[in-house]
């Protein structure tokens, strides 16, 4: 039986099923009755590979009828062991294969043969059990499609921070940055939490003064988380029951008070639940920096009402104001009149000051007579 062995392939002989030695390119002639048989391989594709249920393995047709044999039955061939690079990883281990410097797949615990005849290979073994990827690690690993499926990645924004989980125990508290694990054996989550400065705005809650009246209000409430942790862990849903308590606050306040005083006091109200919501900041863990009404809505039968008020107060303002002034001119009018009385000459000067004002509005004066005409003037006007 012949055999032709190209360049870029080996063959494996055997014979009565044990392996005999590695052929080199070349032509080769056994005798069939000699029971010899060669297994012909490319040593473009992995020589031998003990764990073949990886779901990125290719070409396992390929390796199939090597991988029948165990690696160990190839180990006394020297010839073949200088052609080879071997790697046995552990359970808790996987390995990273690169060829010529590219990162060609990842492998996991098993024995494995590569052929290093026209390509170098090199591997990189990683911990399973030791979750974090050090900052060392070319990050080019990071988003290849060959270990994707084996990478969490935490992404923490300048304004967040985040709680890490090892299999649901708290783990660390993450400051922004960017952060990769392995999740073979750990199962790994994260929980972010925005530190900026965050609003809750109450819009159009109803609440009952104590005379009864429904009115609805708009609130906002600012505040900042201070321990993670707490907001986490220990707070469901914070921001409802954040919600919750301001509603709680605003109606046992507002129910004590009517509505004219709760006009009156707007800013009362806002530091009196400021100072209320103060008193749960150690306990959930946020600091609360401001609260305030932002608008008072009505029912509209009562704001018709408050504005009958308001204008008929307005119309007695403007009454006390007009009184006022009529008293202030009739006095002013009374002391000129005694002043003329008591002066005889100030109140000749008042006589001209008129005698002035008709003459602006006369355009022609036609005297007849005489030569006297400053005595028939002065007659005139008298």
Known sequence: ???????????????????????????????????????????????????????????????????????????????????????????????????????????ESGKYAFWNVHKKNYFEIFDMKTPYIDDNIDPAIFHSPVTRKYIYEINVEPYEKAVLFYNNSIEKILEPGKYYYWTKYVHITSKKIDMRQNQIDMTGQEIMTADKVTLRLNFVCQYKITDVLKATLEIKNYENQLYILLQLILREYIGTIKLDDLLKMKQEISDYVLARLKEKESEMGIEFIYAGIKDVILPGEIKDILNTVLLAEKRAQANVITRREEIASTRSLLNTAKLMDENKTLYKLKELEHLEKICEKIGNISVNGGGNILENLHELFA
């Open 1 to 107: 039986m012949k055999y032709y062995i190209k360049k870029n392939e080996r063959g494996l002989l055997f014979q009565k099923g044990d392996y005999i030695k590695c052929l080199q390119p070349g032509e080769y002639s056994f005798l069939s009755f000699l029971k010899y048989e060669v297994i012909i391989v490319d040593i473009n594709k992995p020589f031998h590979m003990s764990n073949n249920n990886l779901e990125l393995l290719i070409d396992v047709e390929d390796l199939s009828n090597i991988n029948k044999y165990d690696l160990e039955l190839f180990i006394h061939d020297e010839q073949l062991l200088g052609q080879l690079d071997i790697i046995d990883i552990n359970d808790n281990e996987i390995a990273l294969h690169y060829i010529d410097g590219k990162l060609t797949n990842i492998y």
